[in-house]
């Protein structure tokens, strides 16, 4: 509950309406439920990454540049865009990044 800003959010939420460590946990795992039966029904509804590599290629951006503009490290930016790690929040802003530059 302590490393996904967003899972800390809904903590953070839930707890506001004075709901026990038990219940939250319940709620928790029904919601991680959701999301990992809609994605296998929907393997698509990930954030497309195919193109980001050719896109910062295009744009004669080195890797270096993205690392220092979104404060990441470079295997984080590799991995993302060879497809091994999917990141939705950081897929989101590399995008709007490179859309940017």
């Not at 989101?92 to 490179?98: A, D, G, M, N, S």
Request: glycine share 2%.
């Amino acid at each position: 509950m302590s490393s996904d800003p967003r899972t800390r959010a809904f903590v953070a939420a839930q707890r506001a309406r004075n709901r026990s460590n038990p219940e939250l946990l319940r709620i928790l795992k029904r919601t991680i439920a959701r999301e990992v039966f809609r994605l296998l029904r929907e393997p698509n509804a990930l954030a497309s990454i195919d193109d980001r590599h050719r896109v910062r290629r295009e744009k004669n951006l080195p890797l270096r540049k993205v690392v220092e503009a979104l404060g990441t490290c470079q295997i984080h930016v590799s991995r993302i865009e060879r497809g091994i790690t999917h990141d939705r929040e950081f897929t989101e802003r590399y995008r709007t990044w490179l859309q940017a530059a």
